[in-house]
């Protein structure tokens, strides 16, 4: 009887041993079928993601070739690049000091708070476009601006428009 006891102890053993390996190698395929899965769906999300990214800044002057070889072509255009658009930035933006507001939105004070420049899109050699807002109201600037010597700046107004209220 003792040895019956013991051979039903081993052989219950053993079938959990085998039930449990064939448990875990089951679960260790199923999981790297899973992260392979969701490796290939990661990759086709990041090339999707990097087409529309390519796809939106399409129209701007760190992508556009000719636009940049208007700046390293001409001889009066000394300008660099990679300086270039953040001093755009800084000069437009200093008018949003401007105790009437930044005169570069095209739009007269309409409330109690001036229009200022809240974000710029430099598209190419000669246009910007910039977001404006008043806290109410809201609209968007087509610019022309110039370099001159020095990266001193030259902005004109091309279209102003104005957003209708919600």
């Known amino acids: 009887m003792k040895h019956s006891l013991l051979l039903y102890l081993f052989i ?8 449990t390996y064939a448990y ?13 899965k969701l490796t290939n769906k990661l990759n086709s999300k990041e090339k999707e993601f990097k087409s529309k990214l390519q796809e939106a800044n399409y129209f701007s002057l760190e992508n ?11 001889p009066d255009q000394k300008s660099d690049l990679a300086t ?10 200093k008018f949003n000091d401007n105790p009437n507001g930044n005169p570069y939105t095209g739009q007269k004070k309409l409330g109690v708070n001036n229009f200022i420049i809240n974000k710029i899109k430099v598209i190419n050699h000669r246009w910007i476009i910039a977001d404006f807002s008043d806290g109410d109201n809201f609209g968007e600037v087509l610019l ?22 919600k």
């Open 144 to 165: 022309k601006y110039f370099v001159k010597e020095n990266n001193t700046f030259i902005f004109e107004i091309s279209q102003s428009l104005m957003f209708p209220k």
């Open 24 to 36: 875990y190698s089951k679960q260790v395929d199923f999981q790297s079928t899973q992260i392979e």
């Open 12 to 19: 219950l053993t053993l079938l959990f041993t085998i039930f």
């Open 84 to 93: 270039l658009i953040p001093s755009i930035n800084k000069e437009l933006l």
């Open 64 to 74: 556009n070739e000719k636009a940049q070889y208007y700046f390293t072509s001409n």
